[in-house]
């Protein structure tokens, strides 16, 4: 048993993943309708010489950055009830925002439609996240937990990129495809954007993730060091499979 799970208690190491995922969490949930575009030195194929990606991508990446670390310190199943929880606060996101912006607005109150237009999800980015998260986050724990399987504890940063590449390529597919192809299409809500346009918010949505992945590991390394160090914890103290 590990003396984080001996204390009877979370750790500040715990409490800080876990805050750093559902913020950035919420954070993806509420910018995930805008789509931003960067222009590129060079063109790239499918996308050209502009780079455009959903707002939410940024934050969604960090996401998969406080779960591999929360996954590499105590485990699988502690990573997974973070990751299902977080699913079922994404509904009390959406519920609290939804009924604000039914409510009704003071005289004295910014624009009730503006208000509506920045933080009202339409249903089929709503429907497209919810479903991309459940998936992808949960093949993310469970990668990264198999890789580590075959690895032990050498080689965090094969089983980092590896479980974040994958998830990310899951997560993007799905999103944009249902958020702006299936649900328009199926359901009648929100437009369906044309083959070429969804497959460029996918490869740059894709560019992003994967350049993060390879971008965080460091941090990564540089987290799990100082939680195992302060916490005078081994790699296999802090790991439960």
Known sequence: MSRTQSRGGPTIAQVALIGLFVAALVTAQLTASKV??????????????????????LAYALTFLASDCYTELYGRRAAQIVVNVGFILNFVVLALVWSTIAAPAAPSSVDAGAFETALGASTNVVLGSLLAYLVSQNWD???????????????????????????QAIDTVIFVSVAFAVAPALLGVGAVLPTDVILSLMVGQYLLKLAIAFLDTPIVYAIVSLVRSREGLTAEETYAA
């Open 141 to 167: 724990v469970i990668v990264f937990h198999r890789i580590r399987a075959y690895t032990g504890a050498e080689k965090l940063w094969l089983r980092n990129i590896a479980s974040t590449a994958s998830s």
């Open 36 to 57: 931003l575009a960067f222009e590129l030195p060079v063109a790239l194929p499918v996308t050209g010489a502009q780079l455009a990606l959903p707002g939410a991508a």
